[in-house]
Structure formats: structure tokens, C-alpha cells
């Protein structure tokens, strides 16, 4: 699986930083950085919910 986001849209409000820290960090600098772009498959969950919970719909999965 691979994580895309897509940083045109991304305000980096850190809602998917909440839901997968260990995958999303948005650092002191105010942006979003992708700490895993290709996560372990115990993520998978959490990415998931990551996708839905973002506001803007900045982030995607590849499978």
C-alpha cells in the first residue's frame, strides 16, 4: 500500500496526524509530512479511517 496525499489540497490540520501518528506528522514549520509512504499492513485500519476523517480529501491510498 502506498499513501499519496495530495498537497495542493491539504491544509495540514492534522486530523490524519491524530488518527496515524506513527504514518503523519505536520511539524513546527505548519506542514504535513509523510513519515511511512509505504506502511505495514497493521495500518491499514487506521489509514483508512485517516482517508475518510481528512476534511479536504487530500489524501489516498494506492492498494
Same mark, same amino acid.
Given at each position: 500500500?502506498?499513501?499519496?496525499?495530495?498537497? *495542493?489540497?491539504?491544509?495540514?490540520?492534522?486530523?490524519?496526524?491524530?488518527? @496515524? /501518528? #506513527?504514518?503523519? %506528522?505536520?511539524? *513546527?514549520?505548519?506542514?504535513?509530512?509523510?513519515?511511512?509512504?509505504?506502511? @505495514? /499492513? #497493521?495500518?491499514? %485500519?487506521?489509514?483508512?479511517?485517516?482517508?475518510?476523517?481528512?476534511?479536504?480529501?487530500?489524501?489516498?491510498? #494506492?492498494?
Amino acid at each position: 500500500m502506498k499513501v499519496n496525499v495530495n498537497f *495542493d489540497l491539504c491544509t495540514s490540520n492534522a486530523v490524519c496526524m491524530g488518527i @496515524a /501518528p #506513527e504514518i503523519f %506528522e505536520v511539524r *513546527d514549520d505548519g506542514y504535513l509530512y509523510v513519515l511511512q509512504e509505504h506502511p @505495514a /499492513p #497493521e495500518f491499514t %485500519e487506521r489509514l483508512h479511517q485517516a482517508v475518510k476523517g481528512c476534511p479536504n480529501g487530500a489524501i489516498s491510498l #494506492e492498494e
